[in-house]
Structure formats: structure tokens, C-alpha cells
């Protein structure tokens, strides 16, 4: 934050549509699963500025898949059970995806039926941290 900090909204947008094209230009020459990473990190903040904007959508989409698809290609060779767990779980992807991004408290995971205490020892270490208030 600090770094674009003092920038309006119009010069964000600006520096980011700015730097398209040279991310076009080489996005296709991008292995897995760096390219599920950035489909991950970009659903992921879509659905952040949904949520703040109180926009909702996109939650059933193929980004929301392939979000949910890199992470579970990490937890299925670091933690098989909860990999089984994830694959058979009836909350939606969009739960997932929004447990496994620090978007859910352990309490708002375990209500999903999720294994929240389990979902939380994969975050130390890891960009992302859990919430200690619930998150919308």
C-alpha cells in the first residue's frame, strides 16, 4: 500500500492498463502453475473489490476453478487428507477459494463444513494470513 499509496484511483487504473500489453505479450509463454497463480491472485482481488464495492457475481466462474485448482495441487501433495477433504466437500468453490485466501476466520470455515483448524496451519509461511473478524 505504501508504494501506490498516495495514488488516485484513475492513476491506478492507468499504471495497470498501461502494463497490459507487455503482460499480453508473454502471459501464453507462462508455465503451470505460475499462470493458475495469477488466475488465483486475480479472482481472488476481483472478488475483494466485489465484496467492498457490495457487487456480488463471478462466483461461479471457470477463474474461481482454476483459483481453487492451485491450491489444491499444493495440498495434495502436503497434506492428503485435507486434499480428500477439499475435493469432497459440499461448500461451494467460492467458500473454498475464499477460505484458502485468508477471506474466512477458522470459525466461518468450520460453519462451511470445512476443517478450519486444518485450513489454518497451511498459512504460516504463506502470503496470506487469517482474519481474526469474520469477512463478507
Known amino acids: 500500500m505504501e508504494r501506490y499509496g498516495d495514488s488516485t484511483l484513475k492513476e491506478l487504473a492507468d499504471l495497470f492498463e498501461s502494463s497490459a ?4 505479450a508473454i502471459i501464453h509463454n507462462f508455465p503451470q502453475p ?3 497463480q ?3 491472485d486475480a479472482v481472488t482481488h476481483e472478488q475483494d473489490m466485489r465484496s467492498a464495492l457490495g ?3 463471478g462466483r461461479d466462474s471457470k477463474a474461481v476453478e482454476v483459483g481453487v ?4 495441487n499444493l495440498i ?3 497434506d492428503p487428507p485435507l486434499f480428500t477433504e477439499l475435493t469432497n466437500t459440499s ?7 475464499r477460505s484458502l485466501t485468508g477471506r474466512r476466520t477458522v470459525e466461518q470455515m468450520n460453519a462451511l463444513g470445512l476443517d478450519g483448524e486444518a485450513i489454518a496451519l497451511h498459512f504460516p509461511g504463506s502470503p496470506f494470513s487469517l482474519p481474526t473478524e469474520a469477512v463478507e
Do not use: N, Q
Not at 485448482?69 to 489444491?72: A, C, E, P, T, Y
Not at 461448500?91 to 477459494?97: I, P, T, Y
Open 76 to 78: 495434495e501433495v502436503s
Open 69 to 72: 485448482g492451485f491450491f489444491l
Open 21 to 24: 500489453p507487455k503482460i499480453d
Open 38 to 40: 495469477f488466475v488465483m
Open 55 to 57: 457487487v456480488p457475481g
Open 34 to 36: 505460475i499462470i493458475s
Open 91 to 97: 461448500a461451494s468453490l467460492w467458500d473454498v477459494l
